[in-house]
């Protein structure tokens, strides 16, 4: 398939300023040099996302972005789509709202059934993430670890596409039947994503990667007469096009002959397994194994597909036992660029997903639920993932042991465009914390600043919430049992003054956005470990960075080597921020960010929002222009 040939653009009100350039100047040279691997240590606040939008663009490749998490993947996806309004910006991230894995528990002879609930706009959105893979190059993707789990065969996907010419003879019961194999529907009552309809000699589709713009097929005899785009609810035409390219419906289609080519393979792999487990005298499970296998063939040999088709994954793509099943990676071309974000965070996951999935699959294997070869339905092992990784840059504040082993080059940018120095770091007592602390939250909230405290544990986090309300302050508790879309919802409201004070125990560190907090608590900052290591602490005090007032408070009764070391480079980052400012003549400002919703674009929108945000855009129609009343402000958000 032929890619769009387009550039990169940035768009942005501002140039790079501060330590950007340099950086920017540094990773492009490394990138062109063929270094496989560079860290950026970008302290908080610095422009690491406009950073990498400029390096992406210099370099003009199509690139990965990995985010830890699905709430920082929707922040940088918003970022990148405000600096890259002209290119391809995609999200690719779970398609699952609700997931229970298919599992059994031996000790009390249970069977759990996979169970899941699949948000329709997330699968639209990752088929639109494929599509421009393929078909443009300046296509940016911002995806969670998902990138790494097993996902259609790139080649099969491709080799089942339906291109449609104008001018093309072709018989409409042709179109149908592709249409079909495709997975698409016939619907002619609900149009909807992955249907189509009929009418006389006109065939309407609605792509299933496609959010608000339908594809009309007007034949004239064995002839395709006119093809156009058009919204599916008002009909109203867009754009009249002389080629259009189907694609399938899922990532998970398999052309028809090859289906029911390894039907014979499944069933050699059956006859093996059965003999194995009758020979170790595993009648019960020889017998759950044969019915259930035979079921699925009958099932396959029918329709296509059977629930649980996942598991045939391997005869599916026609790939060797122990291969890596095909990816995200595999859809990306030679000389994609891979940005880890949070690389800290992010690439210890990549490195966890593996082994967890294996024992729960040797147990279904083991007990006669699933054949051996599904074993190889699998995410990539850290191995698998490292050789399939292009040019890759490492992003972070404090880059862990795996970046600092492998970066070819470590370039820094420590100082912010604003001027923003670090905050001031501040050691008290632990055993007059509480008190302490709420004479600072009285100073601060009567700047109308904003707070951030972290605890060690939930109890202590909902004790000091209590007694931080039975004073008068407004103050939020942000736990674990708080979905990505509230968590959202209640940052979003710290923002918008609805209250001034958050508490939370590891909630409040990479990524978070914030400005208008000006002080950070840290609690029990002496209790040495993970949530009180080197990097958390650093982490942690960034929060308030993009404050001028910023200070960071951390309540020890004595100092660890982890306080040490992050007051150490905090003060070093300060040191060098400072002397920067004096002898350019900068005044930090805190930095000025409009309160939006960062879940904009990849939570769930209704179809009718979606199409007049869409004709809105396509009419060039002039920006809502923001109220400076913050009530007023909070409706409109």
């Known amino acids: ?46 422009g690491k996302t406009f950073a990498v939008a400029n390096v992406v663009a210099a370099v003009n490749r199509p690139t990965l972005v990995l985010a830890p998490n699905k709430t920082l993947a929707a922040q940088l996806y918003g970022e990148f789509r405000e600096f890259f309004p002209h290119n391809a910006v995609e ?58 789990y097993g996902l259609g065969d790139p080649q099969s996907y491709l080799r089942m596409v339906l291109h449609l010419d104008r001018g093309d003879r072709v018989d409409q019961r042709y179109i149908l039947t592709r249409l079909a194999e495709l997975q698409y529907t016939r619907n002619d009552m609900a149009f909807q994503r992955g249907t189509y309809r009929v009418r006389g000699d006109v065939v309407d589709i609605f792509p299933a990667e496609s959010e608000a713009q339908a594809v009309r097929v007007e034949l004239f005899d064995d002839e395709i007469e006119n093809l156009s785009t058009f919204d599916p609810l008002t009909g109203e ?80 793509s026609g790939r060797e036992p122990g291969e890596p099943p095909p990816t995200l990676f595999d859809y990306l071309p030679k000389d994609a660029l891979l940005v880890i974000d949070e690389s800290h965070v992010t690439v210890p996951q990549i490195g966890g997903m593996y082994k967890g999935d294996r024992s729960r699959k040797e147990t279904l294997v083991e007990y006669g ?10 995410p990539l092992r850290f191995d698998e993932w490292e050789g399939m990784s292009p040019q890759t840059l490492f992003i972070s504040a404090t880059p862990g042991p795996y970046e600092a082993e492998f970066a070819g080059q470590v370039v820094e940018q420590v100082v912010r465009p604003t001027g923003l120095v670090d905050p001031e770091v501040i050691v008290r007592p632990a055993s007059t914390q ?48 708080i979905d990505t879309v509230e968590r959202m919802e209640i940052i979003r409201d710290l923002r918008m003054a609805e209250f001034d004070v958050l508490v939370g125990i590891n909630l409040l560190r990479e990524g978070l956005d914030i400005p208008e907090v000006s002080l ?86 209704a179809p009718g929002a979606a199409r007049k945000a869409t004709r809105t855009r396509q009419r060039g129609a002039a920006p809502v222009e923001l109220p400076d009343d913050p009530k007023a402000l909070g409706k409109l958000v």
């Open 1 to 46: 398939m032929t890619q769009a040939v387009a550039d990169f653009e940035v768009v942005a009100n501002y140039q790079p300023a501060g330590d950007q350039p340099s950086a920017i100047a540094g990773l492009v040279e490394g990138l062109e040099a063929g270094l496989s691997h560079q860290t950026l240590l970008g302290v908080t606040g610095s």
């Open 91 to 148: 999200y690719f991230v779970s398609y699952y709202d609700y997931y229970q894995p298919e599992a059994y528990v031996p000790a009390s002879d249970t069977y759990i059934e996979k169970d899941a609930s699949i948000n329709a706009h997330i699968e639209q959105m990752r088929l639109s993430a494929t599509k421009a893979l393929l078909e443009r190059r300046d296509t940016l993707i911002v995806a969670s670890v998902s990138a790494i």
């Open 237 to 316: 035409v867009i754009d009249r096009v002389p080629r259009f390219t189907v694609f399938p419906k899922t990532h998970y289609v398999t052309p028809r002959e090859r289906i029911l080519g390894v039907l014979d393979d499944i069933k050699d792999e059956l006859r093996e397994r059965l003999a194995h487990l009758t020979e170790h005298n595993k009648l019960v499970e020889a017998q759950r194994l044969e019915q259930r296998t035979r079921f699925d063939l009958e099932m396959i040999a029918e329709l296509g597909y059977c629930s649980g088709i996942e598991n045939y994954s391997r005869y599916l």
């Open 369 to 378: 639920f699933r054949l051996p070869s599904a074993l190889d339905n699998r």
């Open 434 to 481: 509480v008190e302490d602390l709420l004479g600072e939250i009285n100073a601060v909230v009567g700047r109308g600043e904003r707070v951030l405290v972290t605890t060690l544990t939930k109890r202590m986090a909902e004790d000091l919430t209590d007694y931080l309300d039975d004073h008068g302050v407004r103050v939020r508790y942000l736990h674990s049992d």
């Open 520 to 605: 950070v608590a840290i609690l029990d900052a002496d209790k040495e470990g993970f949530l009180r290591g080197e990097r958390s602490l650093i982490q942690t005090i960034g929060r308030t960075a993009r404050n001028v007032n910023g200070r960071a408070i951390l309540y020890a009764d004595k100092a660890t080597g982890s306080m040490d070391r992050a007051i150490a480079e905090t003060e070093r980052r300060r040191a060098k921020q400072v002397a920067f400012n004096e002898a350019h003549g900068i005044t930090p400002q805190t930095v000025r960010k409009q309160v939006a919703d960062v879940m904009e674009g990849a939570r769930h929108q």
